[in-house]
Nanobody, 120 residues
Framework: QVQLVETGGGLVQAGGSLRLSCTTS????????LGWYRQIPGKQRELVAT??????????NYADSVKGRFTISSDNVKNMVTLQMNSLEPEDTAVYYC???????????WGQGTQVTVSA
């Protein structure tokens, strides 16, 4: 059973930084795309950032609201994808979820989520 486990959430003041990590139970190479999404109560889950691996290389994609502040990266040795979040704003408060598309199973897997709270 493939699992994604997020760590690194917490409480931080506006302007601060947090680093989220998502560790995959299997090889990271089985995922063609890994990403971070976030959700606040009563709202739809929204994309934050993705990292995609293809024959053309690795590409990243960010929501406009986090461009220039957040950075997504992957570590093929640690089977981990990381989201470095800088210049955090209260509007970034949400539960952050890791998602990975498994090309062997042909489906996406989600982590359990980690709470990020940014105080004004």
């Amino acid at each position: 059973q493939v699992q994604l486990v997020e760590t690194g959430g917490g409480l931080v003041q506006a302007g601060g930084s947090l680093r989220l990590s998502c560790t995959t139970s299997g090889s990271i190479f089985r995922f063609s795309q890994l990403g971070w999404y976030r959700q606040i109560p009563g709202k739809q889950r929204e994309l934050v950032a993705t990292i995609t691996t293809s024959t053309r290389g690795v590409s990243t994609n960010y929501a406009d609201s986090v461009k220039g502040r957040f950075t997504i990266s992957s570590d093929n040795v640690k089977n981990m994808v990381t989201l470095q979040m800088n210049s955090l704003e209260p509007e970034d408060t949400a539960v952050y979820y890791c998602d990975g598309y498994d090309v062997y199973d042909g489906r996406s897997y989600w982590g359990q989520g980690t709470q990020v709270t940014v105080s004004a």
